[in-house]
């Protein structure tokens, strides 16, 4: 995420928010939530058949902002379980590195912020969009 006030978040409220934000998007929960003490950023893992069937996501004490970036991730996860299963073969080939690397921040992602950051506090407006990606402040501004 760029740069934010450095707001901790704790690790039963990150839960708690996304287990909320799961329960409103109509999703499952990700397989697990990494409690990382070193993690500056937060992150999403993609779900992977048969090992990671829900992803994970990636945050801890220290991550700039941890209530927005608990919901940024919280979309990528939602986005990810609102997409069509893939096979192991279609998921290799998806995220090889001979494709280049996937940034996931597209339209399907800044709708499902904005729904997330609505759910959250009631109006996207006031969801931190200054501490967003350059790409993703622009998407704010329309809000």
């Not at 708690?16 to 990382?36: G, T």
Request: charged fraction near 25%.
């Amino acid at each position: 995420m760029g740069r934010g006030v450095q707001h901790s978040i704790k690790r039963e409220d990150a839960e708690q928010l996304i287990r909320f934000l799961c329960w409103r998007s109509r999703v499952p929960e990700p397989s697990s939530v990494a409690w990382l003490t070193r993690a500056v950023r937060g992150c999403y893992k993609t779900p992977i058949p048969r090992r990671l069937p829900r992803g994970q996501i990636v945050v801890g004490p220290r991550v700039r902002d941890g209530l927005a970036a608990v919901i940024h991730e919280t979309a990528h996860h939602v986005v990810s379980m609102r997409q069509p299963r893939l096979t192991v073969a279609e998921w290799r080939r998806q995220n090889s590195w001979r494709n280049g690397p996937r940034i996931h921040h597209g339209p399907v992602f800044i709708e499902t912020l904005r729904e997330l950051a609505q759910a959250w506090y009631g109006d996207a407006k006031f969801y931190p969009w200054e501490t967003e990606y350059r790409s993703l402040r622009a998407a704010g501004a329309g809000v």
